[in-house]
């Protein structure tokens, strides 16, 4: 059995926004905007698929459009994919709009298959579907039946419902072979010379002569552990316990994946139906319950069993591929101790508040260097300088000094200072390519200044615009 959605991202949508009116999604190709799907209503004012927009909308004023979302409708096919396992359990997804369903053996539990494919009609309209099925003896059949017509005799279907691209479907028909009745009927050897293989492998799929395989996917592992308890429990002990046994199961999972937690999700079901959810977002993908534990303590802790928690469940939300390593006891320090430890900050006050520093592409000092979220980056040392950098660098703060060479002695932040030695000039030229209003001065020549009160501060001078700034401090 073929099932075809004409219409499967539109129904999508208009689901949840009911109209009459005229209705399609768009979607940008080759820099035009074009019609990627429409409803009945707009194909009766004699639109179609791939039709720029701004034509659509000259025929239909009263139009109503929105972005097409590829990703959305996949997703959705998917989920019709699981429905319609209730029917057999041999179902796949056929192309970007349509479902193969093999129900040998299935049929006669829901009355044979007019009954079955009556079944499926109604439960899909009444969600808003609208669908084209295809039976069929064989998988080409059900498709060519789908898209050209149920009630048809195969042989008098056009020859595009045997799966062909539009070059060679072309090809056939100069040739004034037009139904796949005429194919029959035609030798073999010249189509096979002028069209190659594939249109001989279609035409045998369609008739039965060669099989055709309906290999339906597995379904995505799911990461979840669930416990009912005969007693409800109470105390922290109780619940860390019953979080240590979930969790080991979760993590042989896991490891057998090769995949790692990053966020964890343990609900906790209290008698009075009432549940709590403690929530651990990890620094990095892990699987070790030993390591995984702790960090559960101060969010199990701040829970309120009330008359008692009588189940648990704990499920991996998020998780991500950790190939296996490889052990060795050269190792000179656990590289998972800095992870735990950004993971209990980031309980505490947030996992994204957590950051690091990283080096950024650009010799301007303030743009040198970008800031991250530790946990969703990786420590970089690739940080190349012909010179020292200050450990702070604030806005660039003017001094009264003159001349090319630091002042003698000057004041900075009402603080009267002396240079005791000073390092440079580095010159460092704007990004031209930037339009950096801090930059307008032109260039700038740093100095590494060296006071007799203990500062060790970044000054620049400006040629071009003669003036002094202070810029950042040493450590």
């Given amino acids: 059995m073929s099932l075809w959605f004409p219409r499967l991202a539109t129904d999508r949508v208009l689901r949840t926004c009911l109209t009459d009116r005229p209705f399609v999604l768009t979607l940008k190709d080759s820099n035009a905007n074009r019609i990627h799907c429409l409803n009945a209503a707009a194909g009766r004012q004699g639109l179609y698929r791939g039709m720029s927009f701004s034509d659509a909308r000259a025929f239909c004023p009263d139009l109503i459009s929105r972005p097409a979302r590829p990703d959305l409708d ?36 829901f009355g044979g298959e007019e009954a079955m494919l009556a079944a499926m009609g109604q ?20 498709w060519a039946r789908a898209h050209y017509g149920a009630d048809a005799a195969l042989a008098d279907l056009p020859v595009e419902a045997l799966r062909l691209d539009a070059e060679t479907a072309a090809g056939l028909k100069r040739m004034g072979l037009r139904r796949i009745g005429d194919l029959s009927g035609t030798p073999r050897a010249p189509l096979a010379r002028r ?26 592992p799911h990461y979840g552990i669930r416990m009912t308890l005969p007693e409800p429990i109470g105390l922290e ?23 790692g937690a990053r966020v964890l999700c343990l609900t906790l079901r209290r008698v009075d139906s009432n549940a709590q959810q403690v929530e651990l977002r990890l620094a990095r993908p892990m699987r070790d ?61 947030g996992l994204e508040n957590v950051q690091r520093f990283l080096p950024a592409d650009s010799h301007i000092p303030e743009r040198s260097f970008i800031i991250a979220a530790a946990a969703c980056s990786e420590p970089d040392s690739t940080w190349i300088s012909p010179n020292p950098r200050p450990v702070r660098i604030f806005p660039p703060e003017p001094i009264a000094a003159t001349g090319n060479r630091p002042p003698e002695r000057f004041r900075w932040r009402r603080m009267a200072l002396t240079t005791g030695r000073a390092t440079g000039p580095e010159r460092i030229a ?19 200044v060296e006071t007799l009160q203990g500062r060790r501060l970044w000054l620049f001078h400006t040629p071009q615009e003669p003036g002094w700034f202070v810029q950042g401090e040493f450590a």
């Fill in 74 to 109: 996949a997703q959705f096919l998917t989920a019709l994919r699981r429905w319609a396992l209730r029917w057999c359990p041999w179902v796949a997804r056929d192309g970007a709009d349509g479902l193969v369903l093999d129900i040998t053996g299935s049929a006669h539990l």
């Fill in 123 to 142: 439960r899909l309209a009444r969600a808003g579907l609208s669908v084209r099925p295809g039976l069929g003896d064989t998988r080409g059949a059900a």
């Fill in 195 to 220: 069209f190659g293989p594939g249109l001989l492998l279609r035409l045998d799929q369609a008739l039965g002569h060669q099989p055709e395989q309906i290999s339906p996917e597995t379904e995505p």
């Fill in 237 to 259: 002990s109780d619940v860390m316990a019953a979080a240590d046994r979930l969790l080991t199961r979760l993590c042989d999972k896991l490891c057998a994946q090769e995949a």
């Fill in 289 to 349: 319950p030993a390591r995984i534990l702790p960090l559960f303590q101060r969010g199990i802790a701040q829970v309120e069993a009330g008359f008692g928690i009588d189940q648990v469940r704990l499920a991996a939300v998020q998780v991500a591929p950790l190939p296996a390593e490889q052990i060795s006891s050269a190792r000179s320090r656990d590289p998972g101790r800095l992870d735990d430890l950004i993971t209990r900050i980031g309980t505490r006050i």
């Fill in 430 to 448: 704007p990004e031209w390519w930037l339009d950096d209003p801090n930059w307008r001065s032109g260039l700038r020549d740093y100095w590494r």
